[in-house]
């Protein structure tokens, strides 16, 4: 539920800040604003539903009309701009609208969700958080399940990729492309490209073998998912760390050295809260030394102390694999399974 909206420099108001309640009853004497509070919100309701990914604010449409920017904006020393925010329980989301005289939309000058902003955003909705079907569909491809979306036709939705922007908390924003069908010879090509879907932890192994030639898997790395319960979605969440760590594995040039796209990859993966893969505490490598060595998969008798691993989170499944990783030497991965160092 929204908790509270701010105008600045929008008609008739320098600055508002309005609480707003489950009821909320606005009073006042005429022309003192009562229609610009509600104006302000059609505004934005209007242009997300009409145009979802605009660059500009429509202030004439089928809920409102408003005129031209001299219209909504108190010129005072010659200003072109306003602003519009809102917050909830959880989030704050406010946005910048600059034009000029005649113009009868307005561009979205800049977003802030939560204290950061972006300049010149990419669309009206360039990251406000979404519960839709796109939100979910983003947030799928964000942890590595393949994903995408089909629109009817007619529309607004009629363009692919559709692009959206994560912003995580002290950390910098994740952009992604969600597909997007509304042509059934398209949707069709699609559907018939795409993988096989993973029932059983067989067909994990399988397509993880098929898919990562440049790993070497360990013969009995897939076994402690034995007995384990199946999840589509956890399977799914393997794989895309497998195939990860198997394209981190190509990213080097022909000196040895690590290419851009690896350190890329291993900046977006390998580090931060939200990393897919991490190296063990030292609590853990003293307290779970048995657990986490394992048979060398090459060398008959020797073993291997395996404590970098990937992470899925639901459930509590991992990937440990030897580090580092060198262009020639091989990446061992030596379990698939159940996390080992829990508590």
């Known amino acids: 539920m929204l908790t509270r909206l701010d105008l600045r420099f929008f008609k008739c108001f320098e600055l508002l800040r309005l609480p707003l309640a489950p009821l909320t009853l606005l009073t006042g004497l005429n022309a003192s604003g009562k229609s610009s509070v509600l104006q302000a919100l059609v505004l934005l309701h209007q242009t997300m539903r009409e145009h979802e990914w605009t660059t500009r604010l429509a202030l004439n449409g089928a809920g409102v009309r408003l005129g031209t920017m001299p219209d909504v904006v108190d010129e005072v020393f010659g200003r072109r701009s306003f602003e519009i925010a809102l917050m909830d329980d959880e989030d704050t989301c406010g946005w910048t609208f600059e ?8 561009a979205v000058q800049q977003v802030s969700v939560n204290g950061r902003t972006i300049e010149a955003p990419q669309s009206l909705r360039y990251l406000l958080p979404s519960d839709t079907a796109v939100g979910e569909a983003a947030h799928r491809l964000f942890h590595g399940i393949e994903c995408g979306l089909v629109s009817m036709n007619p529309s607004s939705w009629l363009s692919s990729p559709l692009p959206v922007d994560w912003y995580e ?12 069908y509304w042509d059934a010879e398209a949707l069709t090509a699609a559907l018939d490209a795409a993988p096989i879907s993973l029932a059983s932890w067989r067909d994990l192994e399988t397509a993880a073998r098929g898919r990562c030639p440049d790993l070497t898997f360990s013969p009995t790395c897939f076994e402690p998912l ?3 319960p199946f999840g589509a979605g956890a399977a799914q969440a393997l794989l895309s760390r497998l195939t990860i760590l198997h394209d981190f594995k190509n990213c080097f040039d022909n000196r040895g050295q690590r290419t851009p796209e690896g350190h890329e990859t291993y900046r977006k993966h390998f580090t931060g809260k939200k990393a897919w893969f991490s190296d063990s505490s030292d609590t853990e490598k003293a307290d779970f030394r048995r657990d986490l060595t394992f048979p060398h ?4 008798g020797e073993t291997l102390f395996c404590t970098w691993h990937g992470k899925v989170k639901t459930p509590q499944l991992r990937v440990h694999f030897s580090w580092p990783v060198h262009a020639a030497e091989p990446l061992y991965v030596v379990y698939v399974g159940p996390k080992i160092t829990k508590r």
């Open 226 to 228: 034995r007995g384990h």
């Open 297 to 300: 998969p090459a060398n008959a």
């Open 99 to 106: 034009g000029d005289r005649r113009d009868m939309s307005m």
């Open 169 to 180: 908390e002290c950390e910098s924003t994740r952009s992604i492309g969600v597909p997007n």
